[in-house]
């Protein structure tokens, strides 16, 4: 299973980024998926994330209202949509997914099997 993530960049304050988390290596769209950033000398933290059937969704309460996570099964792609970003956005951004997950949103860095290779959101002020 690989995942290629894609539209991370520079961006101002205020402004906003879409995103995308490309699945490729299995046919089966049975899987959660999550979203999480690392910022330099922090923990990976856990940003938003999906249920398998992506009919509901968790975030971290500093993004929740401002962050969307979605999922096109046809397209077989996750997108974390961010608007109203702020300096303290900054970091690399993950996409990963977790097959024969339950029916829960996953929090948890290590719940996860796969990872994307990570794209760097900049937020300047």
């Known amino acids: 299973v690989q995942l290629q993530a894609s539209g991370g960049g520079l961006v101002q304050a205020g402004g906003s980024l879409r995103l995308s988390c490309a699945v490729s290596g299995r046919t089966s769209s049975n899987y959660a998926t999550g979203w999480f950033r690392q910022a330099p000398g922090k923990e990976r933290e856990f940003v938003g994330g999906?249920?398998?059937?992506?009919?509901?969704?968790d975030y971290a309460d500093s993004v929740n209202g401002r962050f969307t996570v979605s999922r096109d099964n046809a397209k077989n792609t996750v997108s974390l949509q961010m608007n109203s970003l702020k300096p303290e956005d900054s970091a690399v951004y993950y996409c990963?997914?977790?097959?024969?997950?339950?029916?829960?949103?996953?929090?948890?860095?290590?719940?996860?099997?796969?990872w994307g290779q990570g794209t760097q959101v900049t937020v300047s002020s």
């Open positions: 999906l249920t398998k059937t992506g009919k509901r969704a």
């Open positions: 990963a997914v977790k097959y024969n997950a339950i029916l829960m949103v996953y929090r948890r860095a290590e719940e996860y099997h796969y």
